[in-house]
């Protein structure tokens, strides 16, 4: 066994562990500490590791520094919770008049409906959900009241508003909190079915009537859409989402008929593939209890074997974070295949060649300025 998969391999073990077992953290050795604190950094999972240790009590046994990390990661993640309720509210004030359905996504919406995922997850924006036909309606109030549109080349502000499933985000003058619009989890060019209708229809009101979230199947199915069909080609697909995934259905699950409902609802919405790889690998990495015979109802919806041998493969190595000091070309390889693949299941076969031959003909006329501008510089100099 080569000297990268050892310490990579390890690496996997200790995050793992310390997801599924937090009670055996304190027995953990100074050196295996530094290391988990940080895999779980890259992963913004530090302020996770910090609850369940509070919850159990344990945060006080373990090394003085590696608990100084993790009391920092809780402020950052207090102080980030804060920012995130505040600016609902300005967005509440900043609509108000405006009778539209507004939905929280992702972690907002975890945070003001007091759900599991919550607990110790790093907030970075506030994803809203409108119909598509008030976005305009929206997004011109929401200037008006001192957000301001982020200024990016014309073409991508196109992408966004003719083929994406939301605008381009919009940035608080004073607070440069940002908000993300959409008004359907997928891009309208998507291979598979983003109808934002049912959605609506099943969403919860919160404790105040103007917002609302998903209701708890289209929670699950939302988190794994965005987790294998977001795909980043630097961060990989994100363990953090999977974990939001593992903390959902635990909590949800103990409803009852909940199970039921999931897998009928991804094949209406027509998510029961990544439903399927959901379920699978929160069950395979994190110790998820899904019910055999679910999985078992959704053996329909995998891949024929060798591209379910291939998907077994590559999302591990894709999911979890690589030592940091031992760089994988297996992982990297991985998450470039995997983000190959989103970027297909986006878009037609057509558009997406256009698409990518853009944005490589902006790279290359980027880096021939900056050649041009070193250039100079050596004739100035």
Known sequence: MSDVVDPTRRAHRLLLRALKAPEQLPALPPADWELLLRVAR????????????????????IPTRAAAHLRAARNVIEH????????????????????????????????????????????ADVDLLVPEERIGEVEERLVERGWFKTQIDPYDDRYYRVWMHEIPPLRHRERGTEIDIHHRLLPKTSHLSSDPAPLFAASRPLADPRLRVLAPVDMVLHSLVHLFLEGDPDEGLRLRDLVDVHDLLGHHGQQPGFWAELAQRARALGFARPLFYGLRHA???????????????????????????LMDQLIPLALLPGHPDHPSRRAACSRWL??????WLRMPPGLLARHLSHKAWLRFRGARKRIDLAQLDLKQQ
């Open 283 to 309: 069950r395979g990495l994190l110790g998820t209890p899904v019910p055999a015979e679910i999985l078992q109802q959704l053996d329909d919806a995998a891949p024929v074997w060798p591209i379910r041998v």
């Open 42 to 61: 890259r992963v913004r999972l530090l302020g996770r590791l910090e609850s369940e240790l509070s919850r159990l009590g344990l945060l006080g046994s």
């Open 80 to 123: 980030r919770k804060t920012l995130v309720s505040w600016e609902v509210n300005r967005i509440l004030w900043a609509l108000k008049g405006i009778e539209v359905p507004l939905i929280l996504l992702k972690g907002t919406g975890y945070l003001l409906a007091g759900l599991p995922p919550a607990r110790g997850r790093i907030f």
């Open 338 to 343: 995997l983000y190959v693949r989103a970027h």
